[in-house]
């Protein structure tokens, strides 16, 4: 009878053993680390990834938490952080996609210039709308979403910018490895350095200027720099970036099926007219920033504007015969990607 009540007692326990572990399965909370390389001032840090990560607490009930480190304050430099997500230090990473050239030819196609018209929120409604042609790009992490800015201008430190021959000899800060081609095709100096670097070589002199957007002005206060800018007619952009917060795969794979639910409800499609919105709204901030410090903003007239077009060209001509060369289609990307944001056009 003791043996009986003995074994009962542990056939009793293991089932409660097993339903408390039920329970907690059921239950289960993750903590996920994520690591990017603006300060928290930045627009992307406090508008659009801290929001992110506070509605994807709320959707889980609190059972997933996102602790943010900006400033690359987990250690290591920007280019670093795609390996740090595809390798598992940081469970989800914020960056640009040019950081890590070579890593993703297909998608560079949506930074072209002349392929890119723009929109912040058309380019990236394309992008996530274009994942399965991308995919071969983005096998080693889990996409959370893809992302542009509006695209790139001339901000000048040192002389203004009013037609497309002024810009020979200039020294500019390239986004990437397309924009370096941009810059290039200007009969400019690309210098490639990541965004946090801008405002010391601009000060020191080591640029002229750089090729990035209106949006970052106020993050590194680049309306104490700059003394002019210059942009595209009809809101055109000398190409764009790409940006993408991507998540470890084992880390999105070890979350059990309700979590990843919630994950998925904000990743690609289901987010992507919000964050492109979002990033044209950015613009504004910049904007006022430089207007209110003095500096001269140029738009470029439609005669200029078409000169510094027919150098563009040759760009995607450029990138279309590279990419080629590696058994990629380049013509067929850009043809499926303008289509794509022109959908994405007419669908607003």
């Known amino acids: 009878m003791k043996l009986k009540n003995a074994m009962l007692a542990t056939v009793l326990g293991g089932m409660i053993a097993f339903g408390a572990s039920a329970g907690s399965a059921l239950a289960q909370e993750v903590t996920l680390t994520m690591h990017h390389f603006l300060p928290p001032v930045a627009n992307a840090h406090k508008k659009m990834m801290a929001p992110w990560a506070e509605r994807v607490e709320a959707?889980?009930?609190?059972?997933i938490k996102v602790e943010i480190f900006p400033s690359m304050s987990m250690g290591g430099k920007p280019n670093e952080l795609y390996g740090q997500a595809r390798?598992?230090?940081?469970?989800?990473?914020?960056t640009l996609l040019g950081y890590t050239p070579g890593v993703f030819p297909r998608t560079e196609v949506f930074e072209l210039p002349l392929v890119h018209a723009g929109s912040a929120t058309d380019?990236?409604?394309?992008?996530n709308a274009s994942l399965d042609m991308l995919a071969d790009d983005f096998k080693d992490v889990h996409v959370l979403f893809l992302h542009s800015h509006d695209g790139n201008l001339i901000h000048s430190a040192t002389r203004p910018v009013h037609k497309f021959e002024d810009v020979a000899g200039m020294k500019l800060?390239?986004?990437g490895r397309t924009g370096a081609w941009v810059i290039e095709a200007m009969g400019a100096e690309p210098v490639g350095m990541p965004a946090p670097a801008m405002p010391e070589a601009m000060s020191k002199g080591v640029i002229d200027g750089a090729l990035t957007t209106y949006e970052i002005v106020p993050a590194l206060k680049l309306q104490e720099l700059d003394k002019h800018t210059a942009e595209l007619p009809d809101g055109d952009r000398l190409g764009t970036a790409v940006f993408m917060l991507a998540m470890n795969k084992d880390a999105y794979a070890a979350l059990p099926d309700d979590l990843k639910a919630v994950i998925d409800a904000n990743s690609t499609v289901n987010v992507?007219?919000?964050?492109?919105?979002?990033?044209?709204?950015?613009?504004q901030s910049g904007i006022g920033a430089l207007d209110k410090a003095g500096v001269e903003?140029?738009?470029?007239?439609e005669e200029e504007g078409a000169k510094f077009n027919a150098a563009n060209e040759k760009v995607v001509q450029r990138w279309i015969d590279e990419v080629s060369a590696k058994g990629i289609d380049g013509a067929a990307l850009v043809e499926k990607a303008r289509a794509a944001i022109a959908a994405a056009k007419a669908a607003r």
Not at 59 to 63: A, F, L, P, T, Y
Not at 123 to 127: F, G, N, Q, S, V
């Open 173 to 175: 800060r390239t986004p």
């Open 272 to 283: 992507a007219a919000e964050i492109g919105a979002m990033w044209e709204g950015f613009e």
């Open 123 to 127: 380019t990236t409604i394309a992008l």
């Open 87 to 94: 390798d598992g230090a940081a469970d989800i990473i914020w």
């Open 59 to 63: 959707q889980s009930r609190g059972r």
């Open 297 to 301: 903003r140029v738009v470029l007239s």
